[in-house]
């Protein structure tokens, strides 16, 4: 590949980092910009040596890849084989569906991750299924449940479709402030007072039309970032809109970079200094591929700020997200807590904020600040006790 810059289009990115990071762990991204309107992008690569430790080399391989010990029915997540939806047991061989939500066998059996990604969602026959929202499609997206760690996937098809509501959504609001439950992720967050005052190269992941990163700059208006990255599939929709905070590609004065993609196909390049993803994985198509995606965009000793639910119980699901079309997503707190662990806590914190009492629901989650770990050994799988209490159900 040419040093110089040049134009590539999504297929082409994916398909050379993924030849090329993988064999190497030689590739950071020094420079991701989307042109509006021809929706390519200009890649500026440059080359950095292998780290010094291999036996780091040789973890983060294993987080990524499992080692190829997963199998056909199982997806590697940063060192786990996780089974796929509906799935249970040694190898995920026996069948399990949230059997006490959904009555009959109406949810389709799964044997391979490609037919989860790429079968869409399935009507499910309201009379047999019992959550609030009686609606075939969001009944169906509950087929997906795994026993061990929630809904984490779902097909694409299923995701774009959402994300051609979300836009709809938004623009119905553009005459709103410009606020995305920014308070109240400002206090769960507690004011950003965790965060150093040197945020380096910045992403924001789901970025949306307001973002966090306003937020984060108006509670700490200290804070200095050398490059701001947006990532979100929809932004170049979002520039239309009145309220988009970026609408003139700056905030805060400070010019931003756009990403137009989806979060889960964000190369690998342990680039970003700092990586921000606030209320996203509900929105996602692959908790999976957007939690490594954000593990693998920050470098060794990045800063991450991080806010998630999590839904151990579905029939409580229904109650907080609402639509299961619009929110597929739901994890379990274990799901959660496996991939906080590869991060040195600085500030922990849950979702029951004033805003959350106020709505009335019992909300859970996790507002996190951490910092990745240096070395992490993906062999070092810590007990479930040692995990609660690193990360308990109600950290305040």
Wanted: glycine share 6%.
């Amino acid at each position: 590949m040419e040093k110089s810059d040049r134009w590539f289009n999504a297929y082409h990115l994916r398909r050379w980092l993924k030849i090329n990071s993988f064999l190497s762990l030689l590739v950071a991204v020094s420079l991701l910009h989307w042109h509006q309107d021809r929706e390519k992008v200009l890649l500026t690569t440059e080359l950095h040596g292998l780290r010094d430790d291999v036996a780091a080399s040789l973890d983060y391989k294993y987080l990524l890849t499992c080692n190829g010990k997963c199998g056909p029915m199982e997806k590697c997540f940063l060192g786990k084989c996780f089974c796929l939806p509906g799935r249970t047991g040694s190898g995920c061989q026996n069948i399990r569906t949230a059997d006490w939500l959904l009555t009959g066998d109406h949810c389709p059996v799964f044997h391979t991750l490609k037919e989860v990604q790429e079968k869409p969602v399935q009507e499910y026959p309201v009379e047999a299924c019992h959550i609030a929202e009686k609606d075939p499609l969001s009944c169906g997206i509950f087929c997906y449940w795994q026993e061990d760690a929630g809904i984490i996937q779902v097909p694409k098809s299923s995701w774009e479709r959402v994300s051609d509501i979300e836009y709809a959504i938004w623009k119905n609001l553009e005459k709103m402030g410009p606020d995305d439950r920014n308070p109240e992720h400002a206090e769960g967050l507690g004011a950003f007072a965790a965060l150093p005052s040197d945020l380096g190269n910045y992403l924001e992941i789901g970025a949306g039309p307001y973002t966090q990163t306003n937020n984060i700059l108006n509670v700490r208006n200290n804070v200095r970032i050398k490059n701001i990255y947006l990532a979100e599939p929809n932004i170049f929709r979002y520039l239309a809109l009145d309220n988009c905070i970026y609408k003139d590609n700056t905030i805060h004065g400070q010019r931003v970079n756009l990403l137009s993609l989806p979060v889960e196909e964000l190369p690998a390049t342990e680039f970003f200094d700092t990586v921000v993803a606030i209320n996203v994985i509900e929105h996602v198509f692959s908790a999976i591929d957007f939690l490594t995606a954000v593990y693998s965009a920050l470098k060794p000793g990045g800063i991450l700020v991080f806010g998630e639910r999590y839904f151990d119980d579905p029939d409580k699901d229904a109650l907080v997200l609402g639509s299961a079309l619009l929110h597929p997503i739901r994890v379990k707190r274990v799901f959660l807590q496996h991939f906080l662990r590869m991060f040195d806590t600085l500030y922990i914190g849950d979702h029951h904020t004033s805003f959350a009492k106020a709505r009335g629901f019992e909300e859970s989650g996790y507002y996190f600040i951490g910092r990745k770990k240096e070395i992490f050994s993906a062999f070092d799988e810590p007990g479930q006790a040692e995990l609660d209490t690193r990360f308990p159900a109600n950290p305040f």
